[in-house]
């Protein structure tokens, strides 16, 4: 059983259960890297997009490639606004992610975001 098993399903709730939070949780739970993302996250799509620019480089690095369990973000109605954590099943890449619209975390293929109107912004590392 992969490592993201044990967090699809759980619910999305703002600011406590969301995106950044689901992303600094494996960091501490599965990798052992205490990561701390700002408490305070932006709202709305411009703020969120703002903010990420602003403190991404403070906590992770970008790469090339994705690496399993490590960060990635990526761009949603044209912002980059969102971060999930990358996940290596079998060889296929998939994202893991506290998605505000299905009200939970989720892992959706790599291959599989575009077709629904998300990109990859780039893949990052913790530092």
């Not at 703002?14 to 890297?33: P, S, T, Y």
């Amino acid at each position: 059983m992969h490592w993201s098993e044990r967090y699809i399903g759980q619910p999305y709730i703002r600011g406590d259960q969301d995106c950044a939070a689901l992303a600094e949780r494996v960091a501490r739970e599965v990798l052992g890297i205490d990561v701390q993302v700002p408490a305070q996250r932006g709202q709305g799509a411009f703020a969120r997009s703002a903010q990420i620019e602003r403190e991404k480089f403070d906590v992770a690095e970008r790469v090339d490639d994705p690496i399993d369990g490590q960060p990635v973000i990526m761009i949603c109605c044209g912002r980059a606004q969102h971060i999930g954590v990358m996940c290596d099943l079998g060889g296929e890449w998939w994202v893991l992610h506290a998605d505000e619209g299905f009200g939970a975390v989720i892992r959706q293929r790599l291959r599989d975001l575009a077709p629904g109107g998300v990109r990859v912004e780039g893949f990052y590392r913790w530092m």
